[in-house]
């Protein structure tokens, strides 16, 4: 139920230091905990385009921020489908929940929801995944990561690896999403600069592993030892594609983007010639601690980048697998803290 402004702005939180409890559920399902209503000021709706590697791991840090700051979280997931996401924004609408966090399945839709959450005083913030057009201008803010240069950079990774010249396959994200787009746009600015870089093919994966290893597949069927290199959008589409690859005996560089545990493992193994690390766990939660701002009636920016550091080295790589995915506990008791500073500081992937 949503608080009015008095109740909200002056509502006195007792203090939690639980983790949510809810597993990652599909369509429609939802978090809901007994104990946090209790004490909870706020209740914030999410949906996700689906529970890919990355919004599993980010929903891990969206609940340590809600259970430490006493929000309580009705989590759904659209499993790639527009009009599931749609009903669960009106739904959300309709349960009269304080704010919605979306990331969306697809950039051009949700328009007329966000809208309707505006007529209704609950704003919407984009997370990781944006809206284009007039959608984007109706958000309250966004948190989003910079997928231009995060494409930009992996494209250019690839490039050194192969001295500027050689054929490729890029993998992309789904079509019309907002990072596919953004890290479509990165990749192709970087090929124009290499007119010896020739494209085999260029299709989408979804970010899934199966869907990869089936394209990669027909693709080394089409082009054999032809393929030299293996941009993917994604570290679980890079991981698809690799095992498709080596199935066929072909070793090529190739980079990725996220981070994820078994990108960062394929870096340290010595496959994944680089990566560029987007923590879900930071991401999500920087999210809703923006959304808090909001709700707490405090300052806060219209637009947030999360600016993706390169990790190109086993240093690097084993750095920030012993953070995320070693013995986490101290990382994610600190997580609060850091992500209220780094949303203050505007450096979102300090970590």
């Known amino acids: 139920m949503r608080l009015n402004s008095k109740l909200r702005f002056g509502a006195v939180v007792l203090a939690t230091t639980a983790l949510v409890a809810g597993g990652f559920a599909g369509a429609g399902a939802q978090d809901e905990s007994p104990a946090a209503e209790e004490c909870t000021p706020y209740t914030v709706g999410v949906t996700v385009y689906n529970m890919s590697s990355f919004i599993t791991l980010g929903k891990m840090g969206l609940d340590a921020y809600a259970a430490a700051n006493c929000i309580n979280i009705e989590w759904n997931s659209a499993n790639d489908d527009v009009n599931t996401q749609i009903s669960q924004m009106q739904q959300l609408i309709g349960k009269q929940v304080d704010a919605i966090i979306i990331v969306p399945v697809d950039a051009s839709t949700l328009g007329p929801q966000v809208q309707q959450a505006k007529d209704a005083g609950i704003p919407v913030i984009a997370v990781n995944t944006g809206l284009i057009g007039d959608a984007a201008a109706l958000l309250e803010s966004s948190v989003l990561p910079d997928d231009v240069l995060a494409g930009e950079a992996e494209m250019q990774q690839l490039a050194d690896l192969l001295g500027g010249k050689g054929k490729i396959v890029v993998l992309q994200g789904p ?7 953004n890290r479509t746009q990165g990749i192709n600015n970087v090929l124009a600069k290499y007119p010896d870089i020739e494209v085999l093919a260029m299709d989408t994966a979804n970010w899934a592993r199966d869907q990869a290893y089936n394209k990669m597949k027909s693709w080394v069927s089409a082009f054999g030892p032809e393929i ?45 010639n ?60 600190g997580l609060p803290a850091l992500v209220d500073a780094n949303v203050a500081s505007g450096d979102l992937s300090n970590q």
């Open 274 to 333: 680089a990566t560029n690390l987007q923590n879900g766990i930071l991401e999500l939660a920087e999210g809703l601690a923006v959304t808090k701002l909001i709700l707490d009636g405090q300052p806060y920016e219209k637009e947030y980048s999360y600016v993706m550091p390169p990790v190109t080295d086993l240093e690097t790589a084993q750095k920030y697998y012993d953070q995320i995915f070693g013995d986490n506990a101290e990382f994610l008791a």
């Open 228 to 272: 030299e290199g293996f941009v993917s959008e994604n570290d679980d589409m890079a991981i698809g594609g690799h095992q498709a690859l080596a199935e066929a005996g072909i070793e090529i560089p190739i980079t990725g983007i996220d981070g994820i545990q078994d990108g960062l493992q394929g870096v340290l193994d010595g496959w994944l």
């Open 175 to 181: 079509l019309g999403s907002s990072p596919e787009i």
